[in-house]
């Protein structure tokens, strides 16, 4: 699987080693979101930066959604199935979404696509920015529930 990971907290007092690992990560801003794939590097970092993102599972259709609303290319134009076709093997957005929710495919390898997707602040906000998400907040691992923060943030 996939992980969408949203950044939720700003860079007012943030440690050095933290803010180099979001920049790897291109979450530079509150509200970026990035997918990356579920495997034990990128797990150390997340577990770094815990306290300034969430993460989770992301499936098919919301990554599609993703895509289709949020996705830009190089230049700030939107990611259009033609460009695809053009620049990368993938012939159409579903056939993208479907490659990166398997994690056959990588953002950050296909040529002109930008790897982070810029989201609006939430509807109804989030929880408690300070607090993990078992506790009632908005950090860390929300697993599934993920595909409805990022709904909220389209």
Excluded at 76 to 90: D, I, V
Excluded at 110 to 125: E, I, N, S
Aim: aromatic share 6%.
């Amino acid at each position: 699987m996939t992980l969408a990971v949203v950044r939720v907290r700003g860079t007012i007092n943030i440690n050095t080693d933290i803010k180099d690992a979001l920049r790897m990560m291109h979450l530079t801003r509150a509200n970026h979101c990035t997918i990356i794939p579920e495997d034990p590097q990128w797990r150390g970092t997340l577990l770094k930066v815990k306290d300034y993102v969430t993460w989770g599972r992301v499936d098919e259709k919301t990554m599609l959604e993703i895509l289709e609303k949020r996705g830009r290319i190089e230049g700030g134009k939107p990611l259009t199935a033609a460009y695809l076709a053009e620049k990368t093997p993938f012939k159409s957005l579903p056939e993208l979404a479907t490659a990166l929710a398997a994690q056959k495919a990588d953002l950050r390898r296909l040529p002109g696509v930008k790897p982070l997707f810029r989201l609006a602040p939430p509807r109804k906000g989030y929880e408690k920015v300070t607090h993990d998400y078992k506790t009632g907040g908005t950090l860390g691992d929300r697993g599934e529930k993920i595909n409805e923060l990022i709904r909220r943030m389209l």
